[in-house]
């Protein structure tokens, strides 16, 4: 027990500590790299929980495809290597949301029963998996492919106006 206690703060860590530097990175290949290790940390908690299939998939998409997506955009489209990012300094309003919105999601977290929502049976294969996917968690699903859709309208938006 002490040995998953130990891995999940270790993971934690990582995790969290990858998330700030990405988030504080100067140069966007630096935050780029720090963000697809945050990615690997997310994942080591997913195997911590014996959700595997579900870490595969995080390693596979998220550090695979878009952590690696992100670091050729940004190495093919920058011509010129930056050479020290202007930094703004932290707005206390800015923290205030932070804080607001950790706030409020912990709550929801604390005071709701999600474990109705998950099936009785830990032995799930793959065509169970989406069996849940397609049918109870398909307005997540579809959510989830709107918000990443828009996210491309938005990123080829602003690639075209940087051309013109």
Known sequence: MIEEDIAFSALAALTIVAAVVSLEARQVVYGAISLAFSFLGVAGLFILLNATFVALFQ???YVGAIAVLILFT??????????EAVR???RPFAILIAVAVAVIVSLVAA?????????ASSNLSVADIGQLLTGQYAFA???LALVLGASIVGALTLAKLEKE
């Open 141 to 143: 699903l579809e959510v």
């Open 111 to 119: 005071f709701s029963n999600f474990t109705n929502t998950y099936p």
């Open 74 to 83: 940004v190495m093919l489209v920058t011509k010129d290597v930056e050479a």
């Open 88 to 90: 703004e300094p932290i």
């Open 59 to 61: 390693i596979i998409v």
